[in-house]
């Protein structure tokens, strides 16, 4: 299963152009962080501000699967200067690196940087944790993590 998952996203990654390994669905990442629950070379690295995990939730995984590396600071927003330091402290070049946000976009960011200073094993998650705006501007019910009803822990 691992593999099918992994060929996946490196299939769609191949597809779409993408300056890093590959992009997974969320329930593509779950599967694989499920599958390989105390594998500590598989991890999810939520890229969100600590305010976004403080507030609004975040997956609910197992300590040792997930890493919080904020890719811009709240408040204001500015990159992070600090982000492939933090990186390097919990994560190794060869790790498979699940680089999640909000939306889907800070994440392929991460991901590409990542890439960049030879984390050759990094993939955007897809839709984010909270996913798209709908007609109202509301999130989580489009698509994304929670969307999906995959386990989270809310604010």
Not at 3 to 19: F, M, V, Y
Request: aromatic share 8%; with cysteine; proline share 5%.
């Amino acid at each position: 299963m691992t593999t099918d998952i992994l060929a996946a996203g490196r299939s769609r990654g191949t597809e779409q152009n993408r300056p890093y390994a590959g992009a997974l669905t969320p329930q593509e990442s779950y599967a694989l962080l499920q599958a390989h629950q105390g594998d500590t070379k598989i991890k999810l690295i939520d890229v969100r501000t600590d305010a976004e995990r403080d507030w609004i939730g975040k997956p609910q995984l197992a300590a040792d699967q997930q890493f919080a590396v904020q890719w811009t600071l709240y408040p204001g927003g500015k990159p992070n200067p600090d982000f492939l330091a933090q990186l390097a402290q919990v994560a190794d070049k060869d790790d498979v690196l699940l680089f999640l946000c909000r939306g889907a976009v800070r994440s392929k960011g991460a991901a590409k940087l990542a890439t960049e200073h030879g984390y050759t094993n990094s993939f955007d998650v897809l839709e984010g944790f909270e996913g798209g705006k709908d007609a109202e501007g509301h999130r989580k019910n489009v698509d994304g993590w929670c969307k999906a009803g995959l386990p989270w822990i809310g604010a």
